[in-house]
T-cell receptor
Framework: GNSVTQMEGPVTLSEEAFLTINCTYTATGYPSLFWYVQYPGEGLQLLLKATKADDKGSNKGFEATYRKETTSFHLEKGSVQVSDSAVYFCALSDLGSQGNLIFGKGTKLSVKP | KAGVTQTPRYLIKTRGQQVTLSCSPISGHRSVSWYQQTPGQGLQFLFEYFSETQRNKGNFPGRFSGRQFSNSRSEMNVSTLELGDSALYLC????????????FGPGTRLLVL
């Protein structure tokens, strides 16, 4: 079945460092891909999305490009801030067979001043 | 526009009891999905409702049920609670024209003792 694999955390960076969180997927067809962020004690916030191959989603300095050839959707940010500390989830839509969103396990990011 | 709201935010129950959680979607959103988040299993899809009908269902036992009202508000019920039902229960809503893009509420944290 469809699945999402994320790099395991935690990831600890210094402020202004470059961030990459790897995400790869297995899917039949061409699902839409998402990154969600979860701050401590809160629900999930949609960070960005891409609906077809080569699409780039971007928001708040974060970017991810839908790569069909490598089945990847890596999250990047050029300069992280302490306020970016959170758990990041990669997800794909699977409205057909398994219903709704399938999530990766999440990657915890800690940014130190 | 107000976001997805969930009540209550926190709940403590004992084994064998039942519980009802409530979710109010974003205005204009008619699709409501429920997810369970635990440290061990991550985020797992429970079910989706649209127009008062269950449209999709995840792989959970029959103790987990839900419903949707004519105003799109949704409730989920868990009967005969088990310790393993302790989790964060997240509700998400989406606009039917963009069903795959889901917006999450803050969640209800359920602790079963």
């Amino acid at each position: 079945g469809n699945s999402v694999t994320q790099m395991e955390g935690p990831v600890t960076l210094s402020e202004e460092a470059f961030l990459t969180i790897n995400c790869t997927y297995t899917a039949t067809g061409y699902p839409s891909l998402f990154w969600y962020v979860q701050y401590p004690g809160e629900g999930l916030q949609l960070l960005l999305k891409a609906t077809k191959a080569d699409d780039k989603g971007s928001n708040k300095g974060f970017e991810a490009t839908y790569r069909k050839e490598t089945t990847s959707f890596h999250l990047e940010k050029g300069s992280v801030q302490v306020s970016d500390s959170a758990v990041y989830f990669c997800a794909l839509s699977d409205l057909g067979s398994q219903g709704n969103l399938i999530f990766g396990k999440g990657t915890k990011l800690s940014v130190k001043p | 526009k107000a976001g997805v709201t969930q009540t209550p935010r926190y709940l403590i129950k004992t084994r064998g009891q039942q519980v009802t959680l409530s979710c109010s979607p974003i205005s204009g959103h008619r699709s409501v999905s429920w997810y369970q988040q635990t440290p061990g299993q991550g985020l797992q899809f429970l079910f989706e409702y649209f127009s008062e009908t269950q449209r999709n269902k995840g792989n959970f036992p029959g103790r987990f049920s839900g419903r949707q009202f004519s105003n799109s508000r949704s409730e989920m019920n868990v009967s005969t609670l088990e310790l393993g039902d302790s989790a964060l229960y997240l509700c998400a809503s989406s606009f039917e024209g963009a069903r795959e893009t889901q917006y999450f509420g803050p969640g209800t944290r359920l602790l079963v003792l």
